[in-house]
């Protein structure tokens, strides 16, 4: 099945993505923020730039309970329904994991994305969210 979709793709390089190895956390702020490991040198996702309100919601809720002002149960809810409306906006990428073989596409597939890095999600979900390029905001 070929997807059409009705908003034009943006095709971002993913060469910004970093998973940091070695970060700690104390009283719940970054002490040190670990070696950055550039995963992904090469690669691009394609999203389809129109936020969900869904998505929007979910973010919010893990933004404001934090890891520890809410259950397991309740984190685990709102990272799905997150991971779930994401995989409705990252429709394809040229990804890689760890080993170097290639990931499922991720349209649809909120599993997929579920099994990635906390640093790699959050990448996705910062770069995901804007309305703008990397180039387009450095010629503001």
């Known amino acids: 099945m070929e997807l059409k979709p ?8 993913a060469d910004g993505c970093a998973v940091y190895v070695g970060r700690t956390v104390k009283d719940g702020a970054i002490d040190n923020p670990g070696t950055p490991h550039a995963v992904h ?31 397991i149960a309740e984190m685990q809810a709102s990272l799905d329904n997150l991971c779930g409306e994401l995989s409705k906006r990252v429709i394809a990428w040229n990804w ?5 073989q290639p990931l499922p596409q991720p ?6 994305l579920a099994r990635l890095t906390t640093d790699e999600l959050v990448w996705l979900l910062q770069t995901a969210t804007r309305t703008e390029s990397e180039d387009e905001r450095k010629n503001v």
């Open 96 to 100: 890689t994991d760890m080993m170097g």
């Open 6 to 13: 009705k908003i034009p793709l943006r095709r971002i390089p």
């Open 41 to 71: 040198i090469g690669e691009w996702i394609e999203v389809l730039p129109a936020l969900a309100v869904g998505e929007l919601l979910s973010l919010m809720r893990i933004q404001e309970r934090g890891i520890g002002g809410a259950n």
């Open 107 to 112: 349209y649809g597939q909120p599993d997929v």
